[in-house]
């Protein structure tokens, strides 16, 4: 009898302490895996660190994770709201038309894509929630790990054009991600706006390494001649110089003056940043062209096609360059009214979070500069973990999550528990 008794009472707690363990063990390999889809963009030399870092360092730890049961908080509206365009996006899918798509996928494959944004927004919430200083620490290695990789590709820029001269430099392509322009420039400048806002809030020595590290970012969109990085450095430099310059404080404007004076050089020295006519104004005619696509299917859309072409100007592009223009055209103004929600809900958050969490400066700038990205650079939002997470995803998560982890005290009893410790 009382070896059963003790059997009784010491299975639970093996139980249990199996399950901590278990969580633990996941939850550190979680924690390496957001480190990876992250920072990963700049050092991956190709989208595919990037999705099997997520596949593997992620999805599955999440799993494995979910399945132990762990107390989770989670707001429901947030959880809704965060997947209601997608969702809507992964079934449209069941009346797009197979015979126009230049690519076709089943609707099984968009449903996936659904899931793995569910996983996604789990795994920032337990991470979050569990460790409550990753935040401080991941923005430090996020920023310094951007300034290196700049670092690291302008001197493979240098070794590969030193005979260029003003006026002929060719666009930076860099030696992580696939080398895409438009898009390495939006990366690293996300890396400059976590630089900025570490030599901000931080002293001493963060702040002299972080505002080393953001002086290649900068140098990279000057090379890359990208039009939206480009204004969103001039509109941090200029935030920066109206916030912080006081009598005190002139290194904030001797600083902002030595940036402005080498970005005027830059352009006067007749570099091509504004000058690609072609290029850029083109998109109205793709946005033109996707919208004329709908034909009467306004409300619904045409059904989420993997890839549907457009042809402008004898040139075909495989997406109209604005994710907005595309959910419109494959899942219409209800799929479009739901991402838009999602924006302005955003937005909402980060605006109401400013004066008590920082981090939110950082956060929030991330996100605009990502959507300015998006509405000229981007399709669809409902793919796999790719730019368009970087630019989109990642941040609308990261700032729903702190803003709640930061609520938790005061607003437990409005939140979903997922699961029990």
């Known amino acids: ?18 399950a901590a363990r278990w969580r633990v063990f996941w939850g550190y390999c979680l924690a390496v895996g957001i480190y990876a889809i992250t920072v990963g963009f700049f050092v991956f030399p190709s989208n595919g660190g990037i999705q099997s870092s997520y596949y593997s360092l992620v999805a599955l730890p999440t799993l494995m994770i979910m399945v132990t049961k762990p107390s989770l908080a989670v707001h429901g509206r947030w959880l809704l709201l965060f997947l209601g365009a997608p969702l809507f996006l992964a ?5 797009s038309d197979p015979n126009v798509a230049t690519t076709y996928r089943e609707p099984s494959f968009f449903i996936k894509m659904l899931a793995i944004l569910a996983f996604l927004y789990f795994a920032i919430a337990y991470v979050m929630q569990t460790y409550k200083h990753f935040s401080g620490l991941w923005v430090i290695v996020l920023g310094w790990v951007a300034g290196a990789s700049a670092l690291v590709g302008l001197v493979d820029y240098l070794v590969q054009h030193h005979g260029a001269i003003p006026g002929q430099w060719p666009r930076f392509k860099g030696i992580a991600w696939g080398g895409d322009t438009n898009r390495v420039a939006a ?16 002293q001493g020595l963060c702040q002299v ?16 001649q990208s039009k939206v990085p480009f204004l969103v450095i001039v509109a941090t430099v200029l935030l920066v110089i109206a916030t912080r310059v006081t009598t005190r404080d002139w290194r904030w404007l001797a600083a902002g003056a030595v940036v402005f004076v080498g970005l005027g050089l830059w352009l006067s020295l007749g570099t091509n940043t504004f000058a690609r006519v072609y290029s850029f104004f ?3 005619e793709l946005w033109q062209a996707a919208i004329a696509s709908l034909n009467d299917n306004w409300l619904w859309g045409t059904g989420l096609n993997y890839r549907v072409s457009l042809t402008v100007d004898g ?12 959910t419109l055209r494959f899942a219409g103004v209800i799929g479009l009214t739901l991402l838009v929600a999602q924006m302005v809900a955003t ?26 990205t998006a509405l000229v650079e981007a399709q669809q939002p409902l793919m796999r973990p790719s730019y368009v997470w970087f630019l989109y995803w990642l941040p609308t998560v990261f700032i729903w999550h702190a803003y709640q982890s930061n609520k938790l005290p005061s607003e437990g009893a409005t939140s979903t528990r997922v699961g029990e410790s």
């Open 315 to 326: 040139t075909v592009f495989g997406q109209p360059h604005n994710f907005l223009v595309d």
């Open 347 to 372: 937005l909402v958050v980060v605006i109401k979070s400013l004066p008590s969490m920082p981090i939110m400066w950082f956060y929030g700038g991330w996100f605009l500069s990502g959507v300015g």
């Open 91 to 95: 079934i449209s899918s069941f009346w």
């Open 282 to 284: 083109i998109r109205w």
């Open 187 to 202: 990366f690293y400048t996300v890396g400059f706006l976590a630089c900025v806002y570490l030599a901000y809030f931080k």
């Open 1 to 18: 009898m009382k070896l059963a008794v003790q059997t009784e009472t010491t299975k639970p707690a093996l139980s249990a302490t199996f």
């Open 209 to 224: 390494i972080s505002v080393l590290c953001a002086l290649p970012p900068v140098l990279v969109v000057m090379l890359a």
